[in-house]
């Protein structure tokens, strides 16, 4: 009996040795895996070195309507459709890469490349189609005129387009040269054809703006 009772001791023993050795084994893994991971964010630190925040670009954004979809009557629709400005479809001829319509011709243009006029907003166009970019166009020119004159449109080179036709760059820059509020355009380099810089008429002050 006695033996008994000391063959059990003997076996817990040996247990509960075995139990702390796995568990001491699993807490030298656990260290030496964070050791590693320290490592590795020491080099990768070393590697980037100094990093610099990307500025703000004031990117505008085309607000998401989540409301569920009703048909409007066509009075609505019509009202709508008077809040924009629009071109129809016209032939596909090269664009000017730089316009100017206020008089000023390439005293504007200069100055628009050069940044003379704060950037105060921008945005691209990829992926809509012609009438929703004329309609994200309309939105954006007075988004700009609350803040500025300057904006920045990027509506790409075309390269994508069937037959490398660059439908959406010749509509845009026709929806500009048309516009009322748009005084000139201009690439911001030789190198750059899928983008244009825009100046803008002041917009005029009203006695809410003065608030």
């Keep these: 009996m006695k033996a008994n009772i000391q063959q059990q001791l003997k076996q817990l023993s040996q247990s ?3 139990k702390r050795q796995a568990a001491e084994a699993a807490a030298e893994s656990q260290r030496a895996q964070q050791r590693a991971t320290q490592r590795d964010e020491i080099a990768f630190a070393a590697a980037v070195g100094e990093v610099t925040p990307l500025k703000n670009r004031n990117q505008y954004q085309h607000p998401r309507d989540t409301r569920p979809i009703k048909p409007r009557r066509q009075s609505e629709e019509s009202l ?4 924009y400005f629009y071109v129809g479809a016209g032939a596909e001829d090269a664009v000017p890469a730089n316009f100017s319509k206020n008089g000023q011709g390439e005293h504007d243009i200069r100055r628009l490349q050069a940044r003379h006029w704060p950037v105060v ?7 809509y189609r012609q009438e929703e970019a004329q309609q994200l166009l309309n939105e954006f020119v007075d988004y700009v005129q609350q803040r500025g004159v300057c904006g920045e449109v990027v509506h790409g080179s075309g390269l994508g387009s069937k037959d490398f036709a660059p439908v959406l760059k ?3 820059r026709r929806w500009l040269m048309a516009h009322p509020q748009v005084l000139a355009y201009a690439e911001p380099h030789k ?3 899928g983008a244009v810089l825009i100046l803008l008429r002041r917009r005029a002050r009203t006695p809410q703006d003065e608030r």
């Design 16 to 18: 509960a040795k075995a």
């Design 80 to 83: 709508a459709a008077e809040d």
């Design 121 to 127: 907003g921008y945005v691209d166009l990829h992926g």
């Design 170 to 172: 010749t509509t845009v």
């Design 191 to 193: 190198n750059n054809d």
